[in-house]
Nanobody, 121 residues
């Protein structure tokens, strides 16, 4: 599965962005999807994940209530809607996938390239 992330940019604190993760080269509905982020000088961290059928999502405590993950298997795409953005959300965001959501949350098998999100104060 090849993943293509997009949608990053520069936004003011309190603003919103929507990241997209487009999949190709495989059957998207057979993999769970997720997002990770890495800020300068920090380790990559889990942000959110969604099951193969989109029925269940998981989010890091730091983004709960602000970020929403969804997917459309017919479009081979997953989205991360980010609202009420904070400067501490600034990072390179990576989409990822794996056969099940448990693996996505810990050891994804497939990674997309990163997309930069910068939140100004």
């Amino acid at each position: 599965v090849q993943l293509q992330a997009s949608g990053g940019g520069l936004v003011q604190a309190g603003g919103s962005l929507r990241l997209s993760c487009a999949a190709s080269g495989g059957t998207f509905r057979r993999v769970a999807s997720g997002w990770f982020r890495q800020a300068p000088g920090k380790e990559r961290e889990f942000v959110a994940a969604i099951t193969r059928n989109g029925g269940t999502t998981y989010s890091a405590d730091s983004v709960k209530g602000r970020f929403t993950l969804s997917r459309d298997n017919a479009k081979n795409t997953a989205w991360l809607q980010m609202n009420s953005l904070k400067p501490e959300d600034t990072a390179v965001y990576y989409c990822a996938s794996a056969p099940n959501v448990g693996v996505v949350r810990t050891r994804p098998l497939y990674w997309g390239q990163g997309t930069q999100v910068t939140v100004s104060s």
